[in-house]
T-cell receptor, first 113, second 111 residues
Framework: EPEVTQTPSHQVTQMGQEVILRCVPISNHLYFYWYRQILGQKVEFLVSFYNNEISEKSEIFDDQFSVERPDGSNFTLKIRSTKLEDSAMYFC???????????FGEGSRLTVL | GQQVMQIPQYQHVQEGEDFTTYCNSSTTLSNIQWYKQRPGGHPVFLIQLVKSGEVKKQKRLTFQFGEAKKNSSLHITATQTTDVGTYFCAGRNNAGNMLTFGGGTRLMVKP
């Protein structure tokens, strides 16, 4: 069964460093998302992406965040200068046109020291 | 902005007991989805409800969408230890693409 894959599974970084989280959405999906979940808390929307541009973003997704689809398969989330409060599990998700179901990846755990 | 709230936050039940989680949105939704997240896992889609007053069943799970399309519930009959996890509702409003998750209800089942 096709699945969303994310790398790395865990990244530890120093405060102020740049981080890139990578996702490979399911191949025939056209809508892509990033969510984050601070340990034990709710799943928070960051950004949605369609047709090579951001379609919606939340207040969390400030100037320190950016997304890119550099080629036909990858979808990346970049955090320019990480802060302690960016420590969380970051989930990538994708969905097909015409359906609502989101398929989530296993997540990338980011720890900022 | 749109807010989605869930209660209770936690629920301990004895295996075999029933369980219900409730979800309320601050705005009218175009649809509502339910996801299950096992401990250490990622959210997995369970179901989507679209119509006002809709009720759907999946084996021991019953999902309901309110008449005003602002609330929903998930009821599990005769819980099993495999039901352990956090159940999230997630609502999409009429405006766009964004799916807003509720805070989740963490279900613990004692064997």
């Amino acid at each position: 069964e096709p699945e969303v894959t994310q790398t790395p599974s865990h990244q530890v970084t120093q405060m102020g460093q740049e981080v890139i989280l990578r996702c490979v959405p399911i191949s025939n999906h056209l809508y892509f998302y990033w969510y984050r979940q601070i340990l034990g808390q709710k799943v928070e929307f960051l950004v949605s992406f369609y047709n090579n541009e951001i379609s919606e973003k939340s207040e969390i997704f400030d100037d320190q965040f950016s997304v890119e689809r550099p080629d036909g398969s990858n979808f990346t989330l970049k955090i320019r200068s990480t802060k302690l409060e960016d420590s969380a599990m970051y989930f990538c998700a994708s969905r097909r046109t015409g359906t609502g179901e989101l398929f989530f990846g296993e997540g990338s755990r980011l720890t900022v020291l | 902005g749109q807010q989605v709230m869930q209660i209770p936050q936690y629920q301990h039940v004895q295996e075999g007991e029933d369980f219900t989680t409730y979800c309320n949105s601050s705005t009218t939704l175009s649809n509502i989805q339910w996801y299950k997240q096992r401990p250490g896992g990622h959210p997995v889609f369970l179901i989507q409800l679209v119509k006002s007053g809709e009720v759907k069943k999946q084996k021991r799970l019953t999902f309901q969408f309110g008449e005003a399309k602002k609330n929903s519930s998930l009821h599990i009959t005769a819980t099993q230890t495999t039901d352990v996890g956090t159940y999230f509702c997630a609502g999409r409003n009429n405006a766009g693409n964004m799916l807003t998750f509720g805070g989740g209800t963490r279900l613990m089942v004692k064997p």
